[in-house]
């Protein structure tokens, strides 16, 4: 059993940076994966959860083209704490981002890494709110 933990969120103008922080924890007695995939995905009140990034333990990385360039994912396996540094921010960026984890599957750091289907476990998410 695996829980996580975000927190980060808040209120920022066009153009502002934010940084996300997902703390992973387990049930003592438990392991977390030792080869796992992350993500960051996000969701606005009547659409469908859209993937950010996410990175694997190999170090592959994938952003939705929305954010890249503009975003950067990145973890500390020491901390089990995964990381969204989100830069340059615009109002289309609003909405409640959410971490998820699994342990690592093939294509984790592609495509496949995008669908929310191939998680296992989420966190509550935090709120993100960019005004023009």
């Known amino acids: 059993q695996v829980q996580l933990v975000e927190s980060g969120g808040g209120s920022v103008q066009a153009g502002g940076s934010l940084r996300l922080s997902c703390v992973a924890s387990?049930?003592?007695?438990?392991?977390?994966?030792?080869?796992?995939?992350m993500a960051w995905f996000r969701q606005v009140p009547g659409n469908e959860r859209e993937a950010v990034a996410v990175?694997?333990?190999?170090?592959?990385?994938r952003y939705a083209d929305s954010v890249n360039g503009r975003f950067t994912i990145s973890q500390s396996n020491a901390k089990n704490t995964l990381y969204l540094q989100m830069n340059s921010l615009k109002p289309e960026d609003t909405a409640t981002y959410s971490c998820?984890?699994?342990?690592?599957?093939?294509?984790?750091?592609?495509?496949?890494?995008?669908?929310?289907?191939?998680?296992?476990?989420w966190g509550q998410g935090t709120q993100v709110t960019v005004s023009s």
């Open positions: 387990v049930v003592p007695g438990t392991a977390y994966y030792s080869t796992r995939c």
């Open positions: 998820a984890t699994a342990r690592a599957f093939m294509g984790c750091g592609g495509p496949s890494g995008m669908l929310p289907q191939g998680y296992t476990y």
């Open positions: 990175i694997a333990t190999d170090g592959s990385i």
